[in-house]
């Protein structure tokens, strides 16, 4: 069985937490971390995408799946932000 919308969303959360922690772990000694939070932002940004596609095409979306997939993604903002602002690069 293919992934659902709301599996998509929480994808992207997961991808979220992994810029998160990417942003965090980053210094300027080794810049891996840096782009591997930048590819990990991408990959949350095409997936927060994806979901509402998905949802739109196989005619599931609904209103309850709109409210998760923009609660989902404040939270994974709140994540990516968050790694940066406690790494320490700032």
Same mark, same amino acid.
């Given at each position: 069985?293919?992934?659902?919308?709301?599996?998509?969303?929480?994808?992207?959360?997961?991808?979220?937490?992994?810029?998160?922690?990417?942003?965090?772990?980053?210094?300027?000694?080794?810049?891996?971390?840096?782009? !591997?939070? $930048?590819?990990?932002?991408?990959?949350?940004?095409? =997936? #927060?995408?994806?979901?509402?596609? +998905? /949802?739109? !095409?196989? $005619?599931?979306?609904?209103?309850?799946?709109?409210? =998760? #997939?923009?609660?989902?993604?404040? +939270? /994974?903002? !709140?994540?990516?932000?968050?790694?940066?602002?406690?790494?320490? =690069?700032?």
């Amino acid at each position: 069985m293919p992934i659902g919308p709301m599996g998509i969303s929480f994808l992207s959360l997961l991808t979220a937490i992994g810029a998160g922690y990417s942003f965090y772990m980053a210094d300027l000694e080794n810049t891996n971390w840096l782009l !591997i939070g $930048a590819l990990m932002v991408f990959l949350t940004a095409v =997936l #927060d995408a994806l979901d509402g596609m +998905v /949802a739109r !095409i196989r $005619a599931i979306s609904s209103r309850r799946g709109d409210l =998760l #997939d923009h609660t989902l993604d404040r +939270v /994974a903002d !709140i994540i990516i932000v968050g790694g940066i602002a406690l790494g320490p =690069l700032v």
